[in-house]
């Protein structure tokens, strides 16, 4: 299995009752798809993993894969103690999924040892290759991480934490052929410096809006066209950034606030979050509009992105 390419995290829609929509979903992830992204990873921290029953995942995970139709692999989110985890992942195969994203277990704080068993557990029960995803309680130390890759069934870590000291000495103790993704919150704003370190995959929420402007970004640091990331970055991304660090829960609020205001009724975010304020509503709304015109600004350009 291969996963390149800019990585596509979609939201998971519903009404007012919170219902899942699950048309709206697979319009959502087959525009993603038909618009160029690398692989979905669909039920994630983005599309509200948390709140979503076993059947509504379930649901998504085949609408997923159905809707990507072999043209790029779909990555399943799983997580909780390690007998939830299982379920999902057992119903994340049953709906065709390539891999799973192994979220952190639920609200306990493990030393390494319980978290190298939790994470075993899970590779020797599902029948899905893993990728771990390092943030909150789930902080590996790379001895911890070196062991675990030794299993087959463990074939990357995604790093949402950010100590990029403690993730150069991850790669330098775990095995060479093991994948890496920088999965901070808008990780557009610190791929530059996961690129310095060999990582050149990330998940990209802001493709869930504007795939366009995200691909841009994406190719520039790919290709070393730093000037126009740069450009990008402080037009943009910071911006959003700065709104994003004024709510509790708005780096998945936003995206489906962006989602929306796109033009896609992807509906609100789910209990415990908020969606945004009015006053934020309308500052998302110009930020969309200031990308959307940075965007037209490099397609005029010489060198387009």
Do not use: W
């Given at each position: 299995?291969?996963?390149?390419?800019?990585?596509?995290?979609?939201?998971?829609?519903?009404?007012?009752?919170?219902r899942?929509?699950?048309?709206?979903?697979?319009?959502?992830?087959?525009?993603?798809?038909?618009?160029?992204?690398?692989?979905?990873?669909?039920?994630?921290?983005?599309?509200?993993?948390?709140?979503?029953?076993?059947?509504?995942?379930?649901?998504?995970?085949?609408?997923?894969?159905?809707?990507?139709?072999?043209?790029?692999?779909?990555?399943?989110?799983?997580?909780?103690?390690?007998?939830?985890?299982?379920?999902?992942?057992?119903?994340?195969?049953?709906?065709?999924?390539?891999?799973?994203?192994?979220?952190?277990?639920?609200?306990?704080?493990?030393?390494?040892?319980?978290?190298?068993?939790?994470?075993?557990?899970?590779?020797?029960?599902?029948?899905?290759?893993?990728?771990?995803?390092?943030r909150?309680?789930?902080?590996?130390?790379?001895?911890?991480?070196a062991?675990?890759?030794?299993?087959?069934?463990?074939?990357?870590?995604?790093?949402?934490?950010?100590?990029?000291?403690?993730?150069?000495?991850?790669?330098?103790?775990?095995?060479?052929?093991m994948?890496?993704?920088?999965?901070?919150?808008?990780?557009?704003?610190?791929?530059?410096?996961?690129?310095?370190?060999?990582?050149?995959?990330?998940?990209?929420?802001?493709?869930?809006?504007?795939?366009?402007?995200?691909?841009?970004c994406?190719?520039?640091?790919?290709?070393?066209?730093?000037?126009?990331?740069?450009?990008?970055?402080?037009?943009?991304?910071?911006?959003?950034?700065?709104?994003?660090?004024?709510?509790?829960?708005?780096?998945?609020?936003?995206?489906?606030?962006?989602?929306?205001?796109?033009?896609?009724?992807?509906?609100?975010?789910?209990?415990?979050?908020?969606?945004?304020?009015?006053?934020?509503?309308?500052?998302?709304?110009?930020?969309?509009?200031?990308?959307?015109?940075?965007?037209?600004?490099?397609e005029?350009?010489?060198?387009?992105?």
């Amino acid at each position: 299995m291969t996963i390149d390419g800019l990585l596509f995290f979609p939201v998971t829609p519903c009404d007012e009752e919170e219902r899942l929509d699950l048309e709206v979903f697979r319009r959502h992830v087959r525009q993603g798809v038909e618009a160029g992204c690398g692989a979905v990873f669909a039920c994630c921290g983005t599309g509200e993993f948390p709140t979503l029953s076993l059947r509504d995942y379930a649901a998504c995970v085949a609408a997923a894969v159905e809707e990507a139709a072999g043209r790029v692999p779909v990555v399943a989110g799983t997580g909780y103690g390690t007998a939830m985890a299982l379920e999902f992942a057992r119903a994340a195969e049953d709906g065709g999924a390539s891999a799973l994203l192994a979220l952190p277990p639920y609200l306990l704080q493990a030393g390494q040892d319980g978290l190298r068993r939790h994470y075993e557990a899970l590779a020797d029960g599902a029948r899905l290759p893993i990728i771990l995803y390092q943030r909150d309680n789930a902080i590996f130390e790379p001895e911890t991480v070196a062991a675990l890759a030794r299993h087959p069934g463990v074939i990357g870590l995604k790093d949402g934490y950010g100590d990029l000291g403690l993730l150069r000495r991850i790669i330098e103790a775990a095995p060479p052929e093991m994948l890496y993704f920088n999965g901070l919150p808008t990780a557009e704003l610190s791929q530059l410096a996961y690129r310095d370190l060999g990582v050149v995959r990330y998940s990209s929420a802001v493709f869930c809006f504007l795939p366009d402007l995200a691909l841009a970004c994406y190719r520039a640091m790919r290709d070393g066209r730093d000037d126009v990331a740069n450009r990008l970055i402080e037009g943009f991304y910071r911006p959003l950034v700065d709104l994003r660090n004024e709510g509790p829960g708005y780096a998945v609020s936003l995206i489906k606030a962006g989602v929306r205001l796109r033009g896609l009724d992807v509906g609100p975010v789910r209990r415990p979050l908020s969606d945004p304020s009015p006053e934020h509503l309308d500052r998302l709304a110009g930020l969309i509009g200031r990308g959307l015109a940075l965007l037209e600004e490099l397609e005029r350009s010489p060198d387009p992105a």
